[in-house]
């Protein structure tokens, strides 16, 4: 069983994922926010779960949905709304969105090494195993932990970036998350294998299926993982089984989801299962676990207004950094909190 640090951290995190998401969701319908707002609600748990099994200094490539990873490894909530909201001191200072930055500390800093995510879906996996090959021949014993929807490993580019990774015994871990729908094409349409997980069969790589909403199970799963490539003995795929319980992004109503689906899945959401096993387990009591929620949520809203107050990009250097040769920005360094549970 995890020790209770963690087990706290997990609920933090998931908290906080869905009040930044929801504070999002807010800026989203009052215009602030550029471009489109892509949630996790429902399967926070998986990347949150994932990306807390990490060392700090491993290699992380989340993709738009996973939000949750980002917060888990230090990722200021600031930094994230600046970015919806294309301000000009954001990580990609207004030149990109969402969660499309970077994150290249120097190694001794201990920091995590963050791979935006790519949009042509697939081509993350190779990016990241490469990642990892740059790892070896610098010999530094790092792991890389990624991300992929169920119709992202239908893409070529998965394939090779997965067959690759197994040839080179890469330490590479792939959550491949089943989240019923991809936009609207729904997994029997996207695969013909029963279980996601089954994917890795072709490459020769490890693989476990497991429940997505269980954020322990999600921990402890990717935890062996982890330990496994740092050991040297290759990449795993880990299957989540979860449901994605919003839109596509928000302008998508979901009509193609049957409402009985909605329904079943709303009782498996993955941040009341973890609260009442905290509870039973008599690890935090209920007031324990609303303070956490307080300060979740009021540390989402302040961190949203503080993005709001800042300013958009200077039109006067809009093609900075974008061609080559023309005095690029010095290197902009996304901000790191630490767990509040750490500190204590
Ligand atoms: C190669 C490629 N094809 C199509 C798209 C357009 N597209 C963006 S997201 C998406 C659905 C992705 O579904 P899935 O991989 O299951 O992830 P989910 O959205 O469910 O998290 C599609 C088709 C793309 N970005 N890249």
């Not at 042509?120 to 090959?133: E, F, K, R, S, T």
């Not at 970036?161 to 609207?184: C, H, T």
């Not at 997980?197 to 402890?220: C, F, L, P, S, T």
Request: glycine content about 8%.
């Amino acid at each position: 069983m995890l020790d209770r640090t963690t087990l706290l951290e997990l609920y933090y995190y998931a908290r906080l994922t869905r009040d930044v998401e929801e504070r999002l969701a807010i800026l989203y319908r009052t215009n602030q926010v550029v471009g489109g707002l892509y949630r996790s609600l429902g399967q926070e748990g998986e990347s949150v779960a994932s990306a807390l099994a990490l060392e700090p200094s491993d290699i992380i490539g989340p993709l738009i949905r996973n939000l949750g990873s980002l917060l888990a490894r230090g990722v200021r909530p600031r930094d994230i709304f600046a970015q919806y909201m294309a301000r000009g001191a954001s990580p990609s200072r207004g030149r990109d969105l969402n969660l499309h930055f970077s994150h290249i500390p120097p190694a001794a800093s201990g920091e995590p090494t963050i791979i935006g995510p790519i949009s042509m879906l697939g081509d993350l996996i190779p990016v990241v195993a490469g990642a990892l090959l740059g790892g070896r021949m610098q010999q530094r014993r790092l792991v890389a932990l990624t991300y992929i929807g169920d119709g992202g490993t239908s893409t070529g580019a998965f394939h090779e970036g997965m067959n690759f990774a197994a040839v080179q015994r890469l330490p590479l871990v792939v959550i491949a998350e089943d989240n019923k729908f991809a936009y609207s094409t729904p997994i029997a349409r996207q695969m013909a294998i029963e279980r996601i997980d089954q994917r890795a069969e072709a490459y020769g790589v490890a693989h476990e299926m497991v429940d997505g909403n269980d954020m322990i199970a999600v921990y402890e799963a990717t935890k062996r993982a982890v330990d496994r490539g740092r050991r040297g003995e290759g990449a795993t795929l880990i299957g989540v089984d979860t449901m994605r319980m919003r839109g596509h992004a928000e302008h998508d109503d979901m009509r193609y989801v049957p409402k009985a689906m909605l329904e079943q899945w709303t009782t498996r959401d993955p941040i009341a299962k973890l609260r009442t096993l905290l509870v039973e387990l008599s690890l935090a009591t209920d007031t324990d676990l609303h303070e956490i929620d307080r300060r979740t949520r009021s540390f989402a809203e302040a961190e949203a207004n503080d993005a709001l107050a800042q300013p958009r990009p200077d039109p006067a250097d809009v093609t900075r950094d974008l061609y080559a040769g023309t005095h690029p920005f010095p290197g902009r360094r996304v901000e790191l909190v630490r767990s509040p549970f750490r500190e204590l």
